[in-house]
Every structure is written in structure tokens, then in C-alpha cells.
T-cell receptor, first 107, second 114 residues
Framework: AQRVTQPEKLLSVFKGAPVELKCNYSYSGSPELFWYVQYSRQRLQLLLRHISRESIKGFTADLNKGETSFHLKKPFAQEEDSAMYYCALRKGGKLIFGQGTELSVKP | DADVTQTPRNRITKTGKRIMLECSQTKGHDRMYWYRQDPGLGLRLIYYSFDVKDINKGEISDGYSVSRQAQAKFSLSLESAIPNQTALYFC?????????????FGEGSWLTVV
């Protein structure tokens, strides 16, 4: 069965520290993976998609098929990065979400 | 981004009452979805619709029903609300399955069942 796992419920770092939010997936085909961000229980906004191989707000994510992972990274965290982050897998036109990781960046 | 609009934004209702959450979009997308968000569980799919005549159950459809009144409108109903349906509900839309097509979310509807 397709599944997305985000092992950390909460990740707390200091401003300027590197950040890595983990995402692992199980999927038999070629995955299409996304990261969404949610600030203060607002709407989810697309942050990254693996197909674009882009960097948004300093965040990057690389698809590692061998490890079935799509970890989100940022070299220097900022306070405004504090939010909920969701990893998602698209299958059959639907998004399957992980449980989410709350990132807290302390001053 | 007001392209995906949900009403009401907040609602408190009593156990056993029928409640409808409405979603409308101006993006011209064919595909629409309803998700619920619970702490520690992420977002779970309730129902989805790929066009006006297409309705599909998602992961957690029990206790819910939907209606796709038009391409732009997709409503979610709780026939007899119960307290464990207290959650934040999101409507979403997508243009289709093509690579890179994004799914866009509304601002959410807070529902409290007392």
C-alpha cells in the first residue's frame, strides 16, 4: 500500500541552524512527491515538487529512490520558517499525506 | 489566493445535526477534493471528484456525503454530526493528472461538534 511517513512530529532548531525534515514513502511505481507548508492553521501551500528540482525559500528536497526518501532541507533556518510541513505522494490524481512535522525555529 | 473559497469558515454544531460545508472555485479545474485535518494524523481524503458526474470515496468517507453541483462547486455534508468529526476541513482543486499539476487548497473550515 502507498504510504508516506514523517517520523518527527516536532523539530525544534535555533535560527541559523541547518534543518532537515524527513519523509519516507512506500510506492511501487515512479513516485510524484511534494512538500506543502501550512502557517498557523492556514491553507496548505505548495512548497516544492520533486519534478521541478527547484529551491523555494531556501528549501530543497532530493528524491532518493534507493532509500525511498524525499527529505526537505535548508542550510540556515529562519524564524519565519516556523510552520507545519507535510510531505505528500500523488497517486491516481489524489494526494496521500504524511502525518506532518511541526518546525519551530527559535531566535 | 481566493480562487478556492470555503463556507462557512467556522461552525459550531450540535451532535445529530446535519451540516453542509461548501466549496467553490474560480480556477476552472475539473478535479475537486475534500480532506480533513487532525493533529498527528495529517490530512486524510474524504471524497473526491474528477468531473461533474464523477464521485469517489476516499480513505474516510463514512459519515460523510458529497454533491458536485457544478464544475465549480463541491459540497460536503455530515448527515448526523458526531463529536469525533470535529476537525479542520479543506477543499482542494486540481487541473488534472499531468506531471507537475498542482493541487490547490482552500482556507479551511473549522467544524466543532458539541
Amino acid at each position: 500500500a502507498q504510504r508516506v511517513t514523517q517520523p518527527e512530529k516536532l523539530l525544534s532548531v535555533f535560527k541559523g541552524a541547518p534543518v532537515e525534515l524527513k519523509c519516507n514513502y512506500s510506492y511501487s511505481g515512479s513516485p510524484e512527491l511534494f512538500w506543502y507548508v501550512q502557517y498557523s492553521r492556514q491553507r496548505l501551500q505548495l512548497l516544492l515538487r520533486h519534478i521541478s528540482r527547484e529551491s523555494i525559500k531556501g528549501f530543497t528536497a532530493d528524491l532518493n529512490k534507493g532509500e525511498t526518501s524525499f527529505h526537505l532541507k535548508k542550510p540556515f533556518a529562519q524564524e519565519e520558517d516556523s510552520a507545519m510541513y507535510y510531505c505528500a505522494l500523488r497517486k491516481g490524481g489524489k494526494l496521500i499525506f504524511g502525518q506532518g512535522t511541526e518546525l519551530s525555529v527559535k531566535p | 489566493d481566493a480562487d478556492v473559497t470555503q463556507t462557512p469558515r467556522n461552525r459550531i454544531t450540535k451532535t445529530g445535526k446535519r451540516i453542509m460545508l461548501e466549496c467553490s472555485q474560480t480556477k476552472g479545474h475539473d478535479r475537486m477534493y475534500w480532506y480533513r485535518q487532525d493533529p498527528g494524523l495529517g490530512l486524510r481524503l474524504i471524497y473526491y471528484s474528477f468531473d461533474v458526474k464523477d464521485i469517489n470515496k476516499g480513505e474516510i468517507s463514512d459519515g460523510y456525503s458529497v454533491s458536485r453541483q457544478a464544475q465549480a462547486k463541491f459540497s460536503l455534508s455530515l448527515e448526523s454530526a458526531i463529536p469525533n468529526q470535529t476537525a479542520l476541513y479543506f477543499c482542494a482543486t486540481s487541473p488534472g493528472q499531468g506531471p507537475g499539476n498542482t493541487i490547490y487548497f482552500g482556507e479551511g473550515s473549522w467544524l466543532t461538534v458539541v
